[in-house]
């Protein structure tokens, strides 16, 4: 297996570096003073989108694009250095037209639209002209297992009828947020552990009966465009804003997280790869008790041991976009849980020494480092908890365990004239 990037690759790295260092970076402090002066969407933030489309910088994240829609086309294993490179910053991805959820629902619209869906939806999110969301986890039901879903759509003549509550939907709140996809029961005459209940629909922002109830805070921290809690109360869109087919939403919802998992975890790697710097930093330039930090040996292994697992990582993630790229999304399920788990745990190690070296500024807004570890930190919940992702992988092992059992000879041999033991 080789990781070797190809020469295009290499190129969009490089441009997409000098685009982070020489735009991105230094609008940094007037996105969060206007952010705090509550300006949202931003001019500035127009201005690098547009400056990023002239570029070829666009959609870098869809590898089936038709010949008439801007982007890239990279694979999974393509991409994902370049995310990396992006969650540098956590508002950078959208100067790039890259952001959860619009990747995720772009690729769904892309092979599950009908035309007139896509004309209407995916062509100006292609276009980043405006957002999407994606309303599938609930305050009322665990759902970390889909089939729990309760929000209810039912046929009424030539529309579907919408009742139900979601919550923490990312992006409800941004202006440009024009649609929803709503995922909710059509089958309820079936077995509750069905995956053949739930179904998808396409439903505009400023429809009747939609409400956004408030946005979010994750740990105190608001996001302008929001996590949001929504509200369906009898909520009508026609019959032909079905995503697919109906009874097929479980599997949407499947064939969706694969790759956007991939791109959360290298997103990840980016900021722990900023965390590092930022703590190798502040090691060289402090001192206490006569020396600089660096020179303590329980910070040096801290260094060493954050530049380990960030490298392990990072193979992991590659590995399971190479898998994805070469067999298909559900063949690399096993692999996409395993980088959601320690991409997660990676990040709010990694942050959480880096912010211990900077002692108490790492408490504040001073630094992004406060900021990264509560992304760490929920993003052990994000697209599934560790549990389920962990439940896939030891299912998995066990399985093996199973097709194997009473094949294996490593068990004890006694050399000639030892008795076995009992």
């Known amino acids: 297996m080789d ?37 949202y969407p931003l001019p500035l933030l127009e201005r690098l989108k547009s400056r990023a489309f002239s570029e070829d910088l666009w959609n870098l994240f869809l590898p089936g694009l038709g010949h008439d829609q801007p982007g890239q086309r990279l694979s999974n294993l393509e991409y994902a250095p370049l995310a990396e490179i992006m969650g540098r910053s956590h508002w950078a991805p959208e100067v790039f037209n890259c952001s959860a959820p619009d990747t995720g629902n772009i690729e769904l619209l ?8 896509r004309a209407q939806w995916l062509d100006p999110l292609l276009l980043g002209e405006i957002r999407s969301c994606f309303a ?3 305050p009322d039901t665990a759902s970390s297992d889909a089939r729990n879903i309760q929000t209810t759509i039912r046929r009424d003549g030539d529309a579907y009828v919408i009742n139900g509550r979601k919550w923490f939907i990312t992006g409800a709140l941004h202006p440009n947020c024009k ?3 709503v995922m909710g029961v059509t089958g309820e005459q079936l077995e ?67 790759p956007g998992r991939v791109h959360h975890c290298m997103r990840t790697i980016g900021q722990c790869e900023l965390a590092l ?25 801290w260094i060493a041991e954050s530049r380990l697992e960030i490298d392990q990582a990072r193979l992991l993630v590659l590995q399971a976009a ?36 900077f002692g108490a500024m790492g408490l504040t807004p001073d630094t992004p480092l406060s900021y990264l570890w509560t992304w760490g930190r929920a993003m052990r919940f994000l697209d599934g908890p560790d549990e389920v992702h962990l439940r896939v992988v030891s299912r998995a092992e066990l399985a093996k365990a199973r097709l194997a059992l009473g094949n294996n000879a490593w068990y004890f041999v006694p050399p000639p004239g030892l008795a076995a033991p009992r």
């Open 179 to 181: 649609v929803a996809i």
């Open 277 to 301: 710097e930022l703590m190798c930093e502040r090691a060289l330039e402090r001192k206490a008790f006569g020396k600089h930090l660096s020179e303590f040996g329980n910070l040096q292994d």
């Open 3 to 39: 990781f070797e990037f190809s020469d295009k690759v290499e190129r969009l790295r490089a441009q997409l570096s000098d685009f982070m260092r020489f735009h991105v970076e230094p609008a940094n402090h007037d996105w969060h003073r206007e952010i705090a002066a509550g300006r």
């Open 136 to 138: 599938m986890s609930e």
């Open 322 to 357: 190479h898998r994805m790229d070469r067999a298909g999304n559900a063949a690399a399920r096993i692999d996409v849980s395993a980088i959601k788990v320690v991409a997660a745990r990676l990040q709010t190690r990694v942050v959480d020494r880096a912010m211990q070296v």
């Open 110 to 117: 892309q092979q599950f639209g009908t035309p007139e869906q």
């Open 192 to 258: 509750a552990n069905s995956t053949e209940r739930h179904s998808m629909l396409l439903v505009p922002m400023d429809t009747p009966g939609l409400e956004i109830v408030r946005n979010i805070p994750i740990m105190h921290y608001h996001s302008p465009e929001g996590h949001c809690e929504l509200l369906f109360r009898d909520v009508r869109v026609p019959l032909s804003n079905l995503l697919g087919a109906e009874g097929k939403g479980f599997r949407l919802a499947q064939d969706r997280l694969g």
